[in-house]
């Protein structure tokens, strides 16, 4: 019994030693819009309105009916999101685990605020774990790209919203 705990032993601090501490990033992102929140939200605040602005991404609703729980799937299934949080202007979403990868605790948020009667101001949040790359470097270029990415998102919301 004492050799299989020590073995037991041995192996769960093999394990540990081999799992890198979460490093948490978060990345904001904000862009004005000349027409009003809810306005804004009808165009781009569907769950699969992402098709519309961010680009060659495909999205089909694979269960749920819109509201929390309901899951999407994006480029031929090879993404998967789930929406875990929603209001009038707002949804928040994560993404499962895979069995057999890393898992990032991906997290997005999008969320339209009014700033005036005609104005109103598109939010977007994402947060994820980079404890998976080499080194600071990389970890910044893959926080780079990623704003990159979103921040051309925002620009094709805008214009969507201001029929542009």
Known sequence: MRVC?????T??????????????ATIKMQIEVAK????????VGGYCDISKWLGNVDCKITSGDGGIGT???????SVVE???GKT????GYTQPVKEGTWYNLYHGFLEVKPVTD????IFYTLMLDVSDKADKA???ADIANRKMRFEGALEAMKKLAEGQ
């Open 118 to 121: 005609k104005t109103s101001r």
């Open 36 to 43: 009003p929140a809810k306005e804004v939200w009808a165009k």
């Open 88 to 91: 009038d202007l707002s949804y």
């Open 5 to 9: 705990l020590t073995a037991f032993g």
């Open 82 to 84: 789930i929406l875990v």
């Open 71 to 77: 899951v999407r799937a994006l480029r031929n299934g």
């Open 138 to 140: 990389a970890k910044d």
């Open 11 to 24: 192996l769960l601090l093999a394990t540990s030693a081999l799992a890198a501490e979460p490093e948490y």
